[in-house]
């Protein structure tokens, strides 16, 4: 069935007689072939099943790995440690996974439970999930609409379809009108109304033309149900690290092995420390790090009103340089208000204000009273009901100071002309202590030709050409700002009239513009979102022209030819849209087939997307999006269930603050992966480098899980709680396939290993030099050997602990970031090297790692050893800092 077919042909396809309706037989018959109006949800992972996911990963592999060798060396208290971080990173996902799979379950709410059709020639209220196609669907004002109709009647009758084509207003329907194609857009099918909207106002019917999961929900249910869930750059980036770290492990072991073979060294030693040497290079703190610092991410965007779903989207955000956005209830308030006024006595249309009593000629005051008293809806205590368009001209009166309620009073309704899409009017009749007036308002283009006067400094005077002219010209004005016109007139009466005659005669009063003006704070948003590299897109279902305005006044778009619709979407092929993608700014009349399309376009160009939205429109590109951020307060249950990240504020502004925190968290995850990689970098250039030059190893396998225990935790922990960086929003936004060592730092993982691990060997060569011995002697005694140990010991430690304070910021030196800015890394390194004196002067913990105490030559070298990273770090951001001096400043965003 096609919005494009006529009702006869509707109604002869599905061979049914709109006067009697389906027969109870031939429901039953058609229930059992297209099965219950529902929709179908996908099946629910078990527990076990998500759990098993969360630990099929490489980096889990590898600290599995960990465990195992740990275990084999008799460390049980690290393989326990190392298990419990692994399956409480685990559950941490499972939580978050089992409070993700909802958004079908809402779809599934959306419907109504009961329908009235009429079946057997009598109107009966039935479950919806009875509904079947060629049902006659009775529609009145406050109910939901059960399944997908052709209208068949229509009375003044409008449904809010808002949540499913994204409109700010209630559409209009007609059930007469037939269609010019298919595939018309959603919020133009005036002859047809959807699965779960709502009927607003006047009535109809109309005959089921699809239900279930072929209604246009079930599609967008469809949608959601087949759209894979994407990794995170963070989760692709720690994918790719953990693979690396494996393959780096097994090639370490045997290395070591097959050169302490080669050698002749003991084999079962050299496998003892290649294997522990293995275990250092492996960070295996860094799935819990990275699950602190997201924690502390989620923890902190809360209380900025942003709610992460998912915890590696915190990350993702800062990642993000196109933020595709719906129009309505997201970067507008999402109700309609009057924001010009033409009066026929003024030179020019006259600026409403927002929130506050508008400075109006006494003459709008009137114009006003019209408006009110020829209104169904009303308003209070910011709550209104009924049409969103006759709330905004009710707001408006509260605006001029009038008094509604006193007004209506004094003019009680007599007689009324009920709105009509033919006539486009609605007119009353109404007595003031005996003095009766017909109040009418509607679209100018239908009352204009009605009035044969208009009122101008407070008389009535005969319309003229130039009356009208003045007119039209405010009323293009208004449509070229997106504007809907409303128009209002009276007439003083001396008698009752009909409704017929109400129309006859009238006075023009003037007429306001509406719109649904944008949020006061997404204009400063999306400046700043343009100055840290992020572009802004438009997405919505409203018509292009309103679109192109509210994104021209936003600084969204500057150019008409940077709007395109869902119409034009359509025709691109896949490789066409993406290469046009880029040229565009404001999507208009989309459907969420198209908002899937688009999001995926800017997708395939590279580019890392955040979609926003609130409507049940809006859930698939929610879902397709790298990160999908649905409004808490105004957005729908279906919308908030298939993002990542929900506004409890509404605010769009809140995902820029978002973005902020997003980007530090990322930075603050990067320092502390470098940092662990620099750390047992060290280590493994240490021990090769002894091993290849014929040296005793330089640290006991007890020594090297120690020191991977002391410098994998507290310091890297504290470097991912450290304070955000203010300047964070003056940067380009990352590459999406940018890896961890980018922009130096992997160069900095090279040479502060390097460094670390010589500094470590030359500790090692002293502790036998100031002994009198060399380390390729073949008889040392054992005590200066273990004294060369613990100087290597000491020495890589206060290198590492010292190190870290030099990763807080890639360019600024530690006394511009403040020493004591980061209290938890402060506090860390202390801690460290309490242990450190733990472990080298109590006597079971120096038993233990084979330790001896350190003369006074021995400790200067320690110390001094270990402040050469800090002073090799600090040069190299001098020399950074005077390069980009040099530099132009400023970074721009790359293209899309």
């Not at 770290?245 to 097959?258: D, E, K, N, S, T």
């Amino acid at each position: 069935m096609s919005v494009a077919s006529s009702i006869a042909d509707t109604l002869q396809e599905l061979a049914v007689d709109p006067a009697t309706g389906l027969t109870t037989a031939e429901a039953q018959a058609r229930l059992a072939r297209y099965g219950p109006n529902q929709l179908r949800g996908r099946q629910p992972k078990t527990v076990l099943q998500l759990l098993l996911a969360q630990l099929n990963d490489a980096l889990i592999y590898v600290l599995f790995g960990a465990v195992v060798i740990t275990a084999f060396l008799g460390e049980y208290v690290d393989a326990v440690i190392i298990l419990v971080v692994i399956f409480v990173n685990a559950g941490l996902g499972v939580v978050q996974e089992v409070k993700a799979g909802n958004a079908l379950e809402a779809l599934r709410q959306l419907a109504t439970p009961r329908a009235l059709v009429r079946r057997d020639g009598q109107v009966r209220e039935i479950d919806s999930a009875a509904v079947v196609p060629g049902d006659v669907l009775v529609l009145d004002a406050g109910r939901f609409v059960a399944a997908d109709v052709r209208l068949l009647e229509s009375a003044n009758l409008q449904i809010e379809e808002s949540a499913l084509t994204g409109e700010s207003v209630p559409a209009t329907k007609d059930a007469r009108a037939v269609l010019p194609a298919a595939d018309t857009p959603l919020g133009d099918r005036c002859n047809a109304a959807f699965m779960s909207t709502l009927v607003s106002y006047g009535r109809g019917t109309g005959v089921v033309t699809a239900t279930g999961m072929r209604t246009e929900v079930g599609k967008i249910a469809t949608i959601l149900d087949e759209e894979e869930a994407s990794q995170t750059p963070l989760e692709r980036r720690l994918h790719q690290l953990g693979k690396t770290l494996g393959q780096v492990a097994v090639g370490i072991c045997v290395l070591m092995f097959g050169i302490g073979y080669l050698q002749g060294r003991d084999l079962l030693d050299m496998f003892l420390t290649a294997v522990s040497l293995a275990v250092a290079s492996i960070p295996e703190g860094l799935a819990a790090i990275v699950a602190v610092v997201l924690s502390l991410g989620v923890t902190a965007m809360s209380k900025r009103h942003a709610i992460i779903r998912r915890l590696p989207a915190v990350e993702t955000l800062g990642s993000v340089n196109v933020v595709c956005s719906d129009k309505t209830g997201t970067l507008t308030q999402n109700r309609m208000t009057v924001t010009r006024c033409f009066l026929p006595d003024a030179a020019a249309d006259l600026a409403v204000g927002e929130g506050q009593a508008p400075e109006l000629p006494a003459q709008a005051d009137l114009l006003a009273q019209a408006l009110i008293l020829c209104s169904d809806a009303t308003y209070a205590d910011g709550q209104g009901t009924g049409d969103p368009t006759e709330i905004a001209l009710l707001v408006f009166g509260d605006q001029l100071g009038l008094d509604r309620r006193q007004l209506t009073e004094r003019n009680p309704r007599v007689g009324e002309r009920a709105f009509e899409s033919d006539r486009k009017l609605m007119s009353t009749l109404t007595d003031e202590a005996g003095q009766l007036r017909v109040f009418t308002k509607g679209a100018i283009d239908s009352l204009l030709p009605r009035c044969t006067h208009v009122r101008e400094n407070g008389r009535d005077v005969p319309l003229t050409d130039a009356h009208r002219t003045a007119v039209q010209r405010a009323t293009e004005r208004m449509a070229d700002q997106a504007l809907r016109t409303l128009a209002a007139a009276y007439r003083p009466v001396d008698h009752p009239v009909p409704p017929a005659e109400m129309e006859q005669n009238l006075v023009l009063l003037g007429l306001v513009g509406m719109m649904d003006p944008p949020r006061a704070e997404v204009r400063d948003a999306i400046r700043q979102a343009a100055g840290a590299g992020i572009t802004t897109v438009m997405i919505t279902g409203d018509h292009r022209h309103t679109a192109f305005a509210i994104a021209r006044d936003l600084g969204i778009a500057h150019d008409p030819g940077q709007a395109v619709t869902g119409e034009d979407v359509s025709r691109y092929p896949d490789e066409e849209l993406h290469r046009r993608i880029a040229d565009y700014r404001v999507f208009a009349r989309v459907s969420p087939e198209h908002k899937v399309r688009i999001v995926r376009a800017f997708r395939a160009r590279g580019n890392v997307v955040s979609m926003t939205g609130d409507g049940v429109n809006d859930a698939p590109s929610l879902s397709a999006a790298d990160i999908g951020v649905a409004m808490g307060l105004s957005g729908t249950d279906v919308a908030r269930n298939a993002a990542d990240m929900i506004l409890t504020d509404d605010n769009f502004a809140t995902i820029i603050s978002a973005i902020e925190q997003g980007r530090n968290i990322y930075n603050n995850i990067k320092k502390a992966v470098i940092f662990l990689l620099a750390s047992n970098a060290g280590e493994v250039v240490a021990m090769i480098a002894s091993i290849l030059a014929g040296m005793p190893a330089p640290l006991l396998p007890t020594q090297l899980l120690w020191i991977n225990l002391l410098t994998d935790t507290l310091p890297a922990i504290a470097l991912g709680m450290d304070p955000g960086d203010p300047d964070v929003m003056q940067e380009r936004p990352r590459q999406p396939r940018e890896s961890f060592f980018a922009h130096g730092a992997g160069w900095r993982v090279a040479t502060g290993g390097l460094l670390i691990g010589l500094l470590t060997l030359f500790a090692f060569w002293f502790g036998f030099y100031e002994h009198g011995y060399s380390p390729f002697a073949a008889a040392v005694p054992t005590a200066v050997t273990l004294y060369a140990r613990t100087m290597a010991f000491m020495t890589i430690v206060a290198c590492q602990l010292l190190f870290a304070l030099t990763f807080r910021h890639p360019h600024k030196s530690i006394f511009q970031t403040g020493l004591l800015t980061n209290r938890y890394l402060a506090g860390a390194v202390v801690l460290g090297l309490g242990l450190q004196l733990l472990a080298l002067y109590v006597p079971l913990l120096q038993r233990a790692f084979k330790l001896r105490p350190l003369d006074g030559p021995g400790w200067l070298t320690v110390i001094g050893l270990g402040l050469i990273p800090v002073l090799f770090s600090e040069i190299g951001k001098l020399v950074l800092r005077r390069r980009s001096a040099l530099a132009a400043p400023g970074a721009a965003a790359r293209p899309l």
